[in-house]
């Protein structure tokens, strides 16, 4: 997606050489008319699929997923990462492994709001490590849905997370992939 290269291009910034802030539209302040742009960029990616519903993970996916939502006209779900007395009690569940804080924490998604008969197509915003996907194919694959895409809007693509799901089997597309960020300098595949 050009525009959204584009738009990391200006408003990007790297830390630490491997971590990219993209807080002004994405992660932080969200710019709404930019975000239906990528909503409608997954649309136009994934025209061919069926799709019953979008499964994201809180917090960063859910922006991105309601604005693809509105294209497609699914609803959209999204994992929880805290048990809370609002989310009812029958829950499918993933494992993700957090390597900021190094613990795995269990994201969950309520048996009322994903089964057998659903088409998921999985969204998130950035794919790293992939261990939030991992968490979010467990889940998929706990409700019995069946799984028909992945994207994500940007794959870092010098880490592991995307070579590791591949190797599995995992088919993920995403609208911007960035090969290195060296000296910050982005450089997109
Ligand atoms: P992953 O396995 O999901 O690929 O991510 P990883 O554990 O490496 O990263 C932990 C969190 O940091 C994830 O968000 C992930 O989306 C996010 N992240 C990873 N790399 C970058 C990056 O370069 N820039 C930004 N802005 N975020 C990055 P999270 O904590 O699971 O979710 P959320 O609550 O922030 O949505
Ligand atoms: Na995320
Ligand atoms: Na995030």
Do not use: C, W
């Amino acid at each position: 997606m050009e525009a959204l290269k584009e738009k990391i291009r200006q408003e990007g910034r790297v830390l630490g050489g491997s971590v990219l802030k993209v807080d002004s539209f994405l992660n932080h302040q969200l710019d709404p008319e930019f975000l239906n742009e990528i909503g409608k960029a997954f649309k136009e990616m994934f025209k061919e699929l069926k799709v019953t519903k979008i499964l994201t993970a809180e917090v960063s996916g859910i922006a991105i997923a309601v604005m693809a939502g509105l294209h497609f006209q699914v609803p959209v779900v999204f994992a929880k990462k805290t048990q809370s007395l609002n989310l009812d009690p029958e829950t499918y569940e993933g494992e993700v492994y957090s390597y900021t804080k190094q613990q795995h924490y269990k994201i969950r998604v309520s048996k009322r709001y994903l089964s057998n008969e659903d088409q998921v197509l999985i969204l998130d915003d950035f794919l790293a490590n992939g261990e939030a996907l991992k968490g979010l194919y467990q889940i998929v694959e706990a409700s019995g849905a069946n799984l028909v895409g992945t994207g994500v809007v940007i794959e870092k693509g010098f880490q592991e997370g995307g070579k590791k799901l591949r190797a599995e089997g995992r088919e993920i597309k995403a609208l911007a992939t960035i090969l290195s960020m060296d000296h910050g300098d982005i450089t997109f595949l």
